[in-house]
């Protein structure tokens, strides 16, 4: 019978360098998540939100409905803006914004309109998120190339009733009583200031011309251009017959509208303009 016997030996173990080991593996490990799960987190929490403010924005054009159609004295939502910040733009006082002049002939319709806008800009995301003229658009803030792109979220509400021959623009601005702005969060309070309508008959066989004046700096006329072609061109009885400038170069942009060809009819033009008053922000 074979007795066999195990010896263990401790002869050439370091202590130190299984340390080193260790720490070795733990200091890749934190560095590899560093490296590349960090960033992915981040981008992960940019979109987020960004999401979240197309969402909270998208809940401003309800409160300005309400203020605007169902003539609610005030409003407010409470947001969460994270990424970035909220800040009002004053139709008012604010030089370099963009506006839209509504002409026929040589009568100007209440207009150039000057819409001011509720802006949202984010730190990490690179985009802006902007609430004018009852419309909810967005763009990004780094671009390569001569032309801005830019997207139209939520549409702003311009009719054409094609029984009446009769297009109603609704134009809102966005006004405060001082300079304000959001980071985190906050409730958004806005009010009604006193609206104005115009009322015209353009005659039989005459063209309304609807220009739409970027801001430069803040350039959102690709998505309005899309809006006009997509929307205003549809109708039976009104063809965008000629349009001028390049949309995203912050030139201005001009479109005539004119009736058919045959029986024209004159069209009854509404312009109701709104005022909304920020108040909290």
């Known amino acids: 019978m074979t007795d066999t016997k195990h010896r263990f030996s401790e002869q050439?173990?370091?202590?130190?360098?299984?340390?080193?080991?260790?720490?070795?593996?733990?200091?890749?490990g934190i560095g590899l998540v560093t490296l590349y799960g960090y960033p992915m987190l981040m981008q992960q929490q940019s979109g987020a939100n960004e999401q979240v403010m197309e969402k909270n924005m998208i809940v401003?054009?309800?409160?300005?409905?309400?203020?605007?159609?169902?003539?609610v004295p005030y409003a407010e939502s409470s947001l969460?803006?994270?990424?970035?910040?909220?800040?009002?733009?004053?139709?008012?006082?604010?030089p370099a914004i963009s506006s839209?002049?509504?002409?026929?002939?040589?009568?100007?319709?209440?207009?150039?309109?000057m819409s001011g806008?509720?802006?949202?800009?984010?730190n990490s995301a690179g985009t802006e998120i902007s609430l004018q003229d009852g419309a909810v658009v967005t763009r990004p803030l780094f671009q390569s190339g001569s032309t801005n792109g830019s997207v139209m979220l939520a549409q702003p509400r311009w009719f054409f009733d094609n029984t009446t021959n009769t297009m109603v623009i609704n134009l809102i601005s966005v006004n405060s009583t001082s300079i304000m702005s959001l980071a985190g969060i906050g409730t958004v309070g806005t009010a009604l200031g006193v609206p104005n309508y115009?009322?015209?008959s353009i005659p039989a066989g005459s063209s309304l011309i609807i220009a739409y004046i970027p801001d430069p700096g803040h350039d959102y006329s690709v998505a309005w251009d899309n809006y006009f072609m997509s929307i205003l061109n549809n109708?039976?009885?009104?063809?965008?017959?000629?349009?001028?400038?390049?949309?995203?170069t912050g030139s201005k942009l001009t479109y005539t509208l004119t009736g058919p060809p045959v029986n024209p009819?004159?069209?009854?033009?509404?312009?109701?303009?709104?005022d909304v008053v920020v108040k909290s922000l």
């Open 12 to 28: 050439g173990v370091s202590e130190s360098i299984g340390f080193i080991l260790i720490f070795s593996i733990m200091i890749a």
């Open 80 to 94: 969460n803006v994270g990424g970035g910040a909220l800040t009002v733009y004053n139709a008012s006082t604010t």
């Open 100 to 113: 839209i002049d509504i002409t026929s002939g040589s009568n100007h319709y209440g207009t150039p309109f």
């Open 198 to 200: 115009t009322y015209a």
């Open 117 to 122: 806008d509720l802006r949202y800009s984010s």
């Open 60 to 71: 401003l054009q309800n409160d300005v409905k309400s203020l605007v159609y169902k003539t």
């Open 235 to 248: 109708y039976p009885d009104i063809t965008i017959t000629q349009k001028t400038g390049t949309p995203g």
């Open 265 to 274: 009819r004159p069209l009854t033009l509404v312009v109701k303009k709104y």
